[in-house]
């Protein structure tokens, strides 16, 4: 089993700047294809970003791309969210989970999740 824990979450104004870390242990890292989700009030649980074991594969929905960058350090067991001109539509829980096969499915077929970290983005 893996255990995860993020870190990195906080207030910050509309247009502000975040990098949320997420750090594992209990597993062979590398084996593991790594993801960050979010949860904002009242809603589901959603697909934020997604990055294969070697780092070579890397996928975002639209409501994110080309303001959020995922990236990991094997070395470290350590995945990374930098979150760049936030919106206040971002604000929700983000949550880092693990899975040896996935890499875009559902949020209910991903094996490991860490506990959350909250950001709220101000306008």
């Known amino acids: 089993q893996v255990q995860l824990v993020e870190s990195g979450g906080g207030l910050v104004q509309a247009g502000g700047s975040l990098r949320l870390s997420c750090v594992a242990s209990?597993?062979?890292?590398?084996?593991?294809?790594m993801g960050w989700f979010r949860q904002p009030p009242g809603k589901e649980r959603e697909f934020v970003a997604s990055?294969?074991?070697?780092?070579?594969?890397?996928y975002y929905p639209d409501s994110v791309k080309g303001r959020f960058t995922i990236s990991r350090d094997n070395a470290k067991n350590t995945v990374y969210l930098q979150m760049n001109s936030l919106k206040p539509e971002d604000t929700a829980v983000y949550y880092c989970?693990?899975?040896?096969?996935?890499?875009?499915?559902?949020?209910?077929?991903?094996?490991?999740w860490g506990q959350g970290t909250q950001v709220t983005v101000s306008s």
């Open positions: 990055i294969s074991g070697g780092g070579g594969r890397i």
């Open positions: 209990g597993g062979t890292f590398r084996m593991y294809n």
């Open positions: 989970a693990a899975d040896p096969t996935l890499l875009r499915g559902d949020w209910t077929t991903w094996d490991y």
